[in-house]
Each structure stands twice: as C-alpha cells, then as structure tokens.
C-alpha cells in the first residue's frame, strides 16, 4: 500500500509564493516521474510540472520561470515552488507519483490535493 501525503497550500497574495511537498511512503520499490496537477472549478485536472527521476524536468508554458519543481529521492518527495503567483494560479494541486512497489507493480498514485488561493 503506498500513501501520498501533501502539505503547504494557503492563501497568498499576488506576487507572494508557496511551496508544496508531497511525500510518499509505503510498500515502495523504486520512484519513477513525480508531478504537480491542478484543478480549477468547474475545469479540468491539468499538468503544472513533472520531473524524472533523473531530475529533467517539464513544466506547463503559463508557470514557465516562477514555479521549479524538485525532487528528493532519499526521502520520495517532491516540491513545487510557487513564486510570483496570479490569481489565475487558484486552483487545488495535486500530485500524481509513478510508483514501482514492492509486489513490482507500476501505478500511478494521487495526492489527496491542497488548495492554493491567489488574492489580487
């Protein structure tokens, strides 16, 4: 069984900065590509930034130079870094992790999601 636990949303104003964490635990063999997600009402779940591995990293143009996604692999947990932010930046963040278990079987696991608030 493999937990994600996220921390670190709030309410900001614009031009402040967040930073969110998501930490997974569990029956884990090895850690594949961690991202970050959001949602706001009444649209889609979209793509914010992935990162591999590796550490190469992917981010969505409209966040491209104020957020950095990062990883620790020691500790299976990844950040977002939010600077700069816009109230078009509202929206609950989740993080979605590709885990290999110990059962070596390859999922994708949700975060249970934290609300970031933009105030103008």
């Known amino acids: 069984q493999v937990q994600l636990v996220e921390s670190g949303g709030g309410l900001v104003q614009a031009g402040g900065s967040l930073r969110l964490s998501c930490a997974a635990s569990g029956s884990i063999f090895s850690v594949n590509t961690m991202g970050w997600y959001r949602q706001a009402p009444g649209k889609q779940r979209d793509m914010v930034a992935t990162?591999?591995?590796?550490?190469?990293?992917n981010y969505v143009d409209s966040v491209k130079g104020r957020f950095t996604i990062s990883r620790d692999n020691a500790k299976n947990t990844v950040y977002l870094q939010m600077n700069s932010l816009k109230p078009e930046d509202t929206a609950v963040y989740y993080c979605k992790v590709n885990i290999v278990t110990r059962r070596i079987e390859i999922n994708d696991y949700w975060g249970q999601g934290t609300q970031v608030t933009v105030s103008s």
């Open positions: 990162i591999t591995r590796s550490g190469e990293a």
